[in-house]
C-alpha cells in the first residue's frame, strides 16, 4: 500500500518563504502522479490550490507555486501571510480510478 | 456554479451500515469524463480517498476500503450514493464529496463534509 510522507509540521514568519513537500514510498514523484495540493482550515472543507503538479486553481494567489523537487512533489509559499496559517494536504493519482493523500502538514504563520 | 452537498445519519451503530447522499448541481454526470468522489477525515486526522463513480458507471474503490464500500449513482437525481457496510468507531469522521474528471485527475469543488459518529 502506497504511503504518501509530509513534514507533520512547519512554521514560518510572515513575508517569509516557506516549501512543504510530500513524498511517495513507491518511489520518485513524477508529473505522470498529476500532484495535487489542498489548504484547509479548522472546520472547513479543504480547498484546492494546485493541480497537476504547477497550475493554480482558480483565484489562488501566485505567491503559492507548485513544482516537483527532485523525488517529491513540493508547494513553495513565497511572501507567507497570517492567513496561509493551515493545514495542507498533497494527493497523487496513483493510476486506475485510485488517488492517495498525504499525512498533511500544519503550517503555522508567525 | 458547482456545488456538492452530502447528506445521512450524524450517528450510526456499530455493525450497521452507513448510506450517505452526495447532491449535486452545475454539471451533469452524463457528461464524458466525469466522475464524482469521497473522501473522508477523522477528527483530527488526515484526509482518506475512499471511492469514485465514473460518468460511464464506473466504480473505483481504496483497496483498503474496496469489500466494505459501494458507490452507485443516480444521473438523472443528480446523486451519488455511498454506502459503508460494517461500520466501526473507528470510522468516526467527517465525510465529504468531490467533483472530479479524467481532464483534471484531482478533486476540484468539495462538499461541505458531514460528521459521521459510530457509537452504540
Known amino acids: 500500500q502506497t504511503v504518501v510522507t509530509q513534514a507533520p509540521s512547519f512554521s514560518v514568519s510572515p513575508g517569509g518563504t516557506v516549501t512543504l513537500t510530500c513524498a511517495l514510498s513507491?518511489?520518485?514523484?513524477?508529473?505522470?502522479?498529476?500532484p495535487s495540493w489542498y489548504q484547509q482550515t479548522p472546520g472547513q472543507a479543504p480547498r484546492t490550490l494546485m493541480y497537476?503538479?504547477?497550475t493554480r486553481s482558480s483565484g489562488v494567489p501566485d505567491r503559492f507555486s507548485g513544482s516537483i523537487l527532485g523525488n517529491k512533489a513540493a508547494l513553495t509559499i513565497t511572501g507567507a501571510q497570517a492567513d496561509d496559517d493551515s493545514d495542507y494536504y498533497c494527493?497523487?493519482?496513483?493510476?486506475?480510478?485510485?488517488?492517495?493523500f498525504g499525512g498533511g502538514t500544519k503550517l503555522t504563520v508567525l | 456554479q458547482i456545488t456538492l452537498k452530502e447528506s445521512g445519519p450524524t450517528l450510526v451503530k456499530p455493525t450497521q451500515t452507513l448510506t450517505l447522499t452526495c447532491s449535486f448541481s452545475?454539471?451533469?454526470?452524463?457528461?464524458?469524463?466525469?466522475?464524482v468522489g469521497w473522501i473522508r477525515q477523522p477528527p483530527g486526522k488526515a484526509l482518506e480517498y475512499l471511492a469514485l463513480i465514473y460518468w460511464d458507471g464506473d466504480e473505483r474503490y481504496s483497496p483498503s476500503l474496496k469489500t466494505r464500500l459501494t458507490i452507485t449513482k443516480d444521473s438523472s437525481k443528480n446523486q451519488v450514493v455511498l454506502t459503508m457496510t460494517n461500520m466501526d468507531p473507528v470510522d468516526t469522521a467527517t465525510y465529504y464529496c468531490?467533483?472530479?474528471?479524467?481532464?483534471?485527475?484531482?478533486?476540484?469543488?468539495w462538499g461541505q463534509g458531514t460528521l459521521v459518529t459510530v457509537s452504540s
Open positions: 494527493m497523487f493519482y496513483m493510476g486506475s480510478g485510485i488517488w492517495v
Open positions: 497537476n503538479t504547477n
Open positions: 468531490a467533483h472530479n474528471s479524467l481532464q483534471i485527475l484531482h478533486f476540484d469543488y
Open positions: 452545475g454539471f451533469s454526470l452524463n457528461t464524458n469524463g466525469v466522475s
Open positions: 513507491s518511489g520518485s514523484v513524477s508529473t505522470t502522479h498529476y
